[in-house]
């Protein structure tokens, strides 16, 4: 397995559930690639990071959506 098909494997584990066999070949080729290790941690740090931020987003966006409803109920 080289580092093309393993960094697109790392970008489908984010999407869907890999097989064993999967699995197997990404562990092996990532203890041995400290690039696609490397890259591996950091997608899962922007896929912390973006969930953080759409929980943040919506939260900010629900109290903005209270603020700017006026006393009839109509938004301004």
Do not use: I
Not at 15 to 39: D, I, P
Not at 56 to 73: F, H, I, M, P, R
């Amino acid at each position: 397995m080289n580092c093309q098909q393993v960094t697109r494997l790392l970008s489908d584990a984010q999407e869907r559930q890999l097989s064993l066999k999967e699995r197997a070949a990404l562990k092996v080729h990532t203890m041995m690639c400290y690039g696609c290790r490397n890259f591996g941690q950091q997608m899962g740090s922007l896929r912390e990071l973006t969930r953080e931020y759409v929980k943040g987003a919506q939260g900010t966006s629900s109290n903005e959506d209270v603020a700017d409803t006026d006393k009839d109920g109509e938004n301004n």
